[in-house]
Nanobody
Framework: VQLQASGGGLVQAGDSQRLACAASGRTVSTLTMGWFRQAPGKERELVAALRRSGGAPFYADSAKGRFTISRDNTKNTVYLQMNRLKSTDTAVYYC????????????????????WGQGTQVTVSS
C-alpha cells in the first residue's frame, strides 16, 4: 500500500483546509485510515480515524467539531476537512493505514498502522 498526502500549505487562523490521502495498492474501503500530526518537539498524535469496517469516525478532542474525516471509494482517497483552524493546528500531517480493524485504544497508537504517507505541512498563522 502506498499513500500520497496532499493539500497542506499556509492559511490564516479561522480558515478551512482539506487534506487528501490517495491510496494505491489496495482499496481504502478495506483499510482502516488515520490522520496523524506532529508539531515540532511533540509526539505524533492521532487527529482522526476511520475503521475499515465503517461506523462512526474517531476524533481527538482537539479535532472534534472542527475536523471531518471521510472516504471516497471511487477515488480511493481519504480526506481530512479542517475548519476553524487555529495556530495550534500547525504541524506536519500524515495519513496512515492498516489492514487491521483495531480496537479504539489502538487507533490512537502510531505503531498500529503499517503504511504511512510522506506528510504534508499545515501552517496556520494567527
Amino acid at each position: 500500500v502506498q499513500l500520497q498526502a496532499s493539500g497542506g500549505g499556509l492559511v490564516q487562523a479561522g480558515d478551512s483546509q482539506r487534506l487528501a490521502c490517495a491510496a494505491s495498492g489496495r482499496t481504502v474501503s478495506t483499510l482502516t485510515m488515520g490522520w496523524f500530526r506532529q508539531a515540532p518537539g511533540k509526539e505524533r498524535e492521532l487527529v482522526a480515524a476511520l475503521r475499515r469496517s465503517g461506523g462512526a469516525p474517531f476524533y481527538a478532542d482537539s479535532a472534534k467539531g472542527r475536523f471531518t474525516i471521510s472516504r471516497d471509494n471511487t477515488k480511493n482517497t481519504v480526506y481530512l476537512q479542517m475548519n476553524r483552524l487555529k495556530s495550534t493546528d500547525t504541524a506536519v500531517y500524515y495519513c496512515a493505514s492498516t489492514t487491521l480493524n483495531p480496537i479504539m485504544s489502538a487507533l490512537f497508537t502510531p505503531g498500529t498502522y503499517e503504511y504511512w504517507g510522506q506528510g504534508t505541512q499545515v501552517t496556520v498563522s494567527s
